[in-house]
């Protein structure tokens, strides 16, 4: 594995996120047109008009030292009608859709486990790395896993076999690791942390095929006591002063896999929420919980989004339909436009993307653009499709992509060397960057539109007032692109397989 001193790819921490963002405490109310000097329109955000913004443009290239870095400033100047020769992202701050929740990770067993194998100094830099708004890419957002998921060391669960009362319920096992890892985490983020959970099986008992492995589905003598399950982990995760925002139903409930899972028809997902899992959090006085279902791939989203919120018994329960990026293994083409048909037909419901990783760990392919453009492409047309939330899978793993009790390794954006203690910042973590860290919980984000396929884009405006307009190079040539803003142009350059995130502000 590489240090954090190795060329191009791994990066100071301290060096580049001391760099100050420009900021103001304008806010996005009270939009207008107004003209420029020249007599061309300007859009004015509470009396600043864009024909005077300017900006920071922070960029990140791959086989380039650029990871995250200020590579300029950026200010407005008037425009005549974009040529179809040219590439232009125009960007209208007037309409506005969805609001951030949040961008963060899982805080798997098998991050927390290799995050204290870490020497003490880059422990802190790990946390200080992920979770600081101002040094670090400010994550908000966190999933944690109901018992044992792959990405743990072995597989087990909170109460002893045949416990249908749950008398014997203790997450004592979460305490070693877990428990003291995700709350550093909220502590890095300032104390607060939006945090949800999800279940991978139920237990083995519980189950048609008596194994937490290998699909199965739970028994409807069950389906009560599973309920209560759901009720004491929220419980139990409090009281240790993890607040738990909302839940999934079940991880991946069309998946039969050779570690734990469970099987749901999307009838059989509806009638446990209808019957038992939402009376059962009403009664535990817990209505507040974020109820996620589906929590699978983009593919099946619309059906299984359909009979669930068809029913206005089990609806009355969902905050949102959750959803993975893994459909992609048909034919390598990711069905983003599954996204969009659910927010059109259910606009009054949520979107999250609740797990996405790049599989099959090989430290070769570590330095590939197509690792972190996996994460820009999802990223930009989830959000574009009515996405409200983003959650990358596991936040940290060790040198061997791992630990997996199945061997299941994977990537993640960042690698801990539990034999040096040493962090590999990969180019995947500062692609998501380009997205926490601009943009805050509570943005809403804003019309912007790319005229070349080769050239993505989405944008926000901050509950401050910034702008945070992200563009994408597909490429692999440098591309020379404007923005414009009403008929306000800024011309810029983004290097081939690079992202670049311009934030505005007065």
Known sequence: MRSLNRSGFLFSVTAFFLLPLLLT????????????????????????????????????????????????????????????????????????????????????????????????????????????????????????????????????????????????FNIAHDRKYRLPFTKKAIAAAGGKLTMYASPWSPPAFMKSNNNMLQGGKLKPEFYQSWANYYVKFIEAYEAEGIPIWGLTIQNEPMAVQRWESCIYTAEEERDFLKNHLGPTLEKAGMSDKNVIVWDHNRDLLFQRASIILDDPDAAKYVWGTGFHWYEDWKDGI???????????????????????CNEGYDIDQIDEPRLAERYGRSMINDFNNGTVAWTDWNILLDETGGPNHVGNLCFAPVHGNTKTGELMFTNSYYYIGHFSKFIRPGAKRIS????????????????DGSIAIITMNQSDKTLQYSITIAENKADIDLPAHGIQTILLSE
């Open 25 to 168: 405490n304008c806010t996005p109310k009270n939009k207008k047109i107004e003209e420029s000097s020249t007599g061309k329109p300007s859009i004015e955000i509470n009396g600043i008009s864009v024909h005077t913004m300017k900006g920071n443009i922070y960029t990140t290239a791959h086989k380039t030292d650029l990871k995250l870095t200020k590579t300029g400033t950026v200010s407005f100047g008037d425009t005549e009608q974009p040529l179809e020769t040219e590439i232009d992202i125009y960007v209208n701050p007037n309409k506005q859709f969805q609001s951030l929740v949040g961008i963060g990770a899982a805080l798997t067993d098998a991050a927390a486990e290799t995050f204290y194998k870490l020497s003490k100094d880059n422990q802190e830099k790990f946390m200080e790395a992920y979770f600081d708004k101002d040094k670090g890419i400010g994550y908000s957002l966190g999933r944690t896993i109901i018992h044992s998921c792959d990405f743990s060391s072995g597989s087990y669960t909170y109460v002893d076999e045949g416990d249908a009362e749950l008398k014997t």
């Open 334 to 356: 990711p069905m983003f436009d599954h996204v969009q048909r659910v927010h059109e037909a259910y606009p009054d419901k949520n979107l999250i993307f609740t797990e996405g």
């Open 448 to 463: 912007s539109v790319s005229s070349s396929n080769s050239l993505l884009s989405t944008a926000f405006i901050n509950e």
